[in-house]
């Protein structure tokens, strides 16, 4: 049965594929996952460069089709949801992929949010999704996703597609986004602690001046300092206040702070992610139910007589 729920825009140059794979760093010693190998493509090279290339694909027809005509020996091919698929937990990895796009940001969260995250990311994504994630100078705030992943990731876009690359051609720019991890990043509780202080700020309703939001933790003095320190323009708005900047921020958080101050950003990421996983869930429902009181429309009007849409 053909899953319908991932579309895809499939690479259709093998030249071009073999360009971008051997710019990135990957070579024989690596194990790679790809998402979504699609028709294979990129598998097929990927095959020739890494060590080891785990493929998951949602498709069942695209998989059959993979199994059958894109054999290789250091290919595994696993039938299944990507977001349900478990990553490695004691094993250095890279991922290589061409993602479906409408879930662009599930994917790039439940790679950087796992315990074990990928030391090195190329993805196919659209451009407007490439700029959130990675924030300013590519777009004049950071923003909560950026401020998130540049803890962990250098970020940057490797390489821009022309919409012939593609077929069907998308109807949006299309972009390559590397991730590299860096080696000095945020880890463990740390990074844990950090998501759970940018996610309280950027949750909050107090004000939109950057002095605003930290007034909801840090007193005057220390605001002044911060931003004295830091270079931050405590009357601009909270959203332009870097990465490197938040991490100062929670560095110094740790022995500015009270234990009581502390608990107030306490799981702030955590509930933020449910809170969105309740939206999505909301928006999904209410799709269905438009979707149903359109046939449902549709059905009245043709026994009316008028012709079914």
Known sequence: MKNLGY??????????????????????TDYVIEIGPGKGIITDVLSQHAGEVVAVEYDQELYNNLVRYHSHDNV????GDF????????????????????????????????????????????REAAKKNCGIPLQKYEGFRAAIIKA??????????????????????????????WDDRLSGDDLQNYKDLVAFFYTN????TAKERLSILFSNEQIKRL?????????????????????????YSKIGLTDEKKK????????????????????????????????????????NGTKNR
């Open 7 to 28: 579309s895809q825009n499939f690479l259709v140059n093998k030249k071009l594929v073999e360009r971008l794979i051997s710019k990135s760093n990957i070579d024989v």
């Open 76 to 79: 595994t091919y696993i039938f």
């Open 83 to 126: 977001l349900k698929y478990k990553l490695l937990l004691n094993r250095r990895y890279k991922i290589f992929s061409n993602i479906p796009f409408q879930i662009t940001a599930d994917i790039i969260r439940k790679l950087t949010d796992d315990v074990n995250p990928p030391s090195d990311i190329n993805i196919i994504i659209q």
């Open 152 to 181: 962990q990731y250098k970020v940057e876009i490797t390489h821009s597609f022309k919409r012939s690359d593609f077929f069907p051609s998308p109807n949006v720019d299309t972009v390559m986004l590397h991730m590299q991890l």
């Open 205 to 208: 309703i107090k004000g939109e």
């Open 227 to 251: 931003g004295k320190a830091n270079r931050i323009s405590l009357s601009n708005s909270y959203t332009l206040i870097t990465a490197e900047q938040w991490m100062n921020i929670y560095y």
């Open 264 to 303: 107030k950003f306490q799981d702030a990421y955590k509930k933020l992610q449910k809170m969105n996983k309740k939206l999505k869930k909301q928006n999904r429902t209410s799709l269905r139910k438009s979707s149903s009181n359109k046939k449902c429309r549709t059905r009245i009007d043709t026994s």
